[in-house]
C-alpha cells in the first residue's frame, strides 16, 4: 500500500494495493474530524489506467442523453 | 449528470497582466459533485513560475462532503487523451497498426498509449515543428518498448500518408495536415485548434473525411477547424456525423455505419467537456477507496 499518511487517520484499505493518495483531515465546526484525499500529478496518473478512463468517459457519455449545456476545455 | 457553462473570470493583479479564474463545474444527481478550478497568471511566467494551475475538487452530491482533491493538470490531460482514444474505438479501423503523433508535447505522452489501448499499434512516427522535441519523445517511447522512430521536418506528408492513424496535439494557428495527403481508411484525432484561431487539419481533411466530434456545441463553437471550413463553405454543420452522445449511446455505429468503412476517412475534434472531468474524478477517486 503506497498511502502517504499526512496525518494520524488512514482513509481506506484498498485492494489497489499499487494507488497512492494522501490524505487530508480536518475538523468540523463541530470538531468533529474528516478526511478527504489529495492524488498529486503523479497519483492521478497512477489512478487512472487507460482501460479503465477510457470505459468511464464510454460510460458518462452513454448515460446523458444529450448535452445539458456548453461544453468547457 | 449536467455540465453548465463555465465560469469565466478576469482578476485583476497588481503588476501584472489581469489573471483568469475558470470554475468549470458538473454533478450526477445524489451520486457527485464536482468542479474544476483553473487558475491562469500570465505574469507568473517572468518569475519563472507555472502561469497555469489548477486542481480539481470531488464532493458527495447527497450531503455535500468534500470528498478529494486532484492535482487538475494530469487529470485533464488524460481525459483528453482518453477522448481521442474512445473516439478511435469507435471510428479507427480495427487493423490500425501504425500512428502518427503530430506534435511531441505533454499531451503527445499520453495519446501514445492511449492510443495503444484501443488498437494494437506496432509503430509509432513523431513528427515535432522542432526535430529536437521530437526526437525526445522518440527515446522515452523506445525506452517504453515502443517501436518508434522521428519524422523528419520535411517528411509530413509522406508520414500522414501511411499512417492508420494520425494524431494532432499542437498549438498550431495554420493547418499542418493536408487532407490531400490522406491514404483512404485513415482516422485523424484532432485535439489542438481548442480556440477559433487554431488550425490543425485544412479544409480539405473535413471535405474528404467523415467528421465526427466529442460534443456538437463545443467543438462548432470554439474550434478553428471546425469554424473555418464551415464559414467558408467546405462543410456544413450537417456534416458533422455524430458526437460522442450518438456514438457511446450506439445510435451512430461510427466507422462501420460508413458507406465505405475500410476506405472512409474519419477526422474527429473534441475540445473537451466538464463531465469528462467529472468521470475521470469519480474513476480516480473510486479506484482509491473500497
Known amino acids: ?73 | 449528470m449536467n455540465s453548465p457553462i463555465r465560469h469565466h473570470h478576469h482578476l485583476a493583479v497588481s503588476g501584472d497582466p489581469d489573471a483568469t479564474l475558470l470554475l468549470m463545474p458538473a454533478w450526477i444527481e445524489d451520486r457527485y459533485l464536482g468542479v474544476k478550478q483553473v487558475n491562469v497568471f500570465p505574469g507568473n511566467t517572468a518569475r519563472g513560475e507555472p502561469g497555469l494551475t489548477g486542481h480539481y475538487l470531488l464532493s458527495c452530491a447527497r450531503t455535500g462532503r468534500h470528498l478529494a482533491q486532484f492535482e487538475a493538470n494530469e487529470l485533464t490531460s488524460r481525459r483528453t487523451a482518453a477522448a481521442s482514444a474512445l473516439a478511435s474505438r469507435y471510428l479507427s479501423r480495427d487493423d490500425a497498426e501504425e500512428l502518427l503523433m503530430v506534435g511531441a508535447g505533454r499531451m503527445a505522452r499520453r495519446l501514445v498509449p492511449a492510443h495503444a489501448a484501443v488498437r494494437s499499434i506496432k509503430r509509432v512516427r513523431v513528427w515535432d515543428l522542432y526535430p529536437e522535441s521530437a526526437a525526445a519523445l522518440v527515446a522515452e517511447l523506445t525506452e517504453q518498448g515502443y517501436s518508434a522512430e522521428q519524422v523528419a521536418a520535411d517528411g509530413l506528408r509522406e508520414a500522414a500518408g501511411t499512417a492508420d492513424i494520425i494524431s494532432c496535439a499542437t498549438l498550431s494557428q495554420t493547418p499542418l495536415i493536408h487532407g490531400e495527403w490522406l491514404s483512404p481508411g485513415t482516422h485523424v484525432d484532432l485535439v489542438g485548434s481548442f480556440t477559433p484561431a487554431m488550425r490543425e487539419a485544412d479544409d480539405t481533411v473535413m471535405r474528404r473525411g467523415q467528421v465526427f466530434v466529442d460534443t456538437r456545441a463545443g467543438a462548432l463553437a470554439e474550434s478553428g477547424d471546425l469554424i473555418d471550413p464551415i464559414a467558408s463553405g467546405a462543410i456544413g454543420e450537417t456534416d458533422v456525423l455524430a458526437d460522442f452522445f450518438d456514438l457511446c449511446a450506439k445510435r451512430h455505429h461510427g466507422r462501420s455505419e460508413l458507406d465505405d468503412p475500410d476506405a472512409a476517412i474519419t477526422a474527429f475534434k473534441a475540445v473537451g467537456a466538464s463531465c469528462e472531468d467529472l468521470a475521470a474524478a469519480i474513476t480516480a477517486y473510486e479506484r482509491s477507496v473500497d
Open chain 1, 1 to 73: 500500500m503506497g498511502m502517504h499518511r499526512t496525518s494520524g487517520q488512514t482513509l481506506r484499505s484498498s485492494s489497489q494495493a499499487n494507488l497512492v493518495a494522501n490524505i487530508i483531515v480536518y475538523t468540523d465546526k463541530h470538531n468533529a474530524p474528516e478526511t478527504g484525499m489529495y492524488c498529486n500529478a503523479e497519483q492521478v496518473a497512477e489512478a487512472l489506467p487507460w482501460p479503465a478512463l477510457i470505459d468511464a468517459l464510454d460510460d458518462v457519455f452513454t448515460l446523458m442523453p444529450s448535452m445539458m449545456s456548453s461544453p468547457v476545455r
